[in-house]
């Protein structure tokens, strides 16, 4: 299920003015007519995400290691999020260290284990490099 991009309400921003009224100025308003038009415009759900990243694992084409990384770290970050398939989260991850990042997925797990301290990230790293 897709979570709506964030709509923000000019009632949040109301403030009493010098004559006792509140409201929310012109320009505010203004402002917050950009954000949520911006917000609609730009919303992008996991669903998407994870199609785009299936895209690329199950495509021939090698990535390069920035792509794998960021990749990588997104994909993980969905455990924070409402995604919550980590089934397919796992298999997605499985499926591109071993295909489109198969010649540089090992030299950079490795790495990622070296720079981190954190014990999730040691878990997810080291379980990929045992795949």
């Known amino acids: ?61 090698e990535i390069e290691k920035n792509r794998y990384i960021e990749i990588l770290k997104d994909v993980l970050s969905m455990y924070k999020h409402s995604y919550g398939n980590m089934e397919e989260m796992w298999n997605l991850l499985i499926k591109l260290s071993r295909g489109a990042a198969d010649k540089i997925s090992r030299e950079t797990l490795e790495e990622l284990l070296q720079d981190t301290e954190s014990s999730l990230e040691i878990c997810n790293y080291t379980h990929l490099l045992q795949k």
């Open 1 to 61: 299920m897709a979570k709506e991009p964030t709509q923000f309400r000019y009632d949040n921003w109301e403030y009493q003015d010098y004559d006792n009224s509140w409201g929310c100025d012109r320009l505010t308003k203004k402002f917050i007519e950009t954000v949520n038009k911006r917000n609609r415009e730009n919303f992008t759900s996991w669903d998407e995400i994870m199609e785009g990243y299936q895209r690329i694992a199950d495509g021939s084409e």
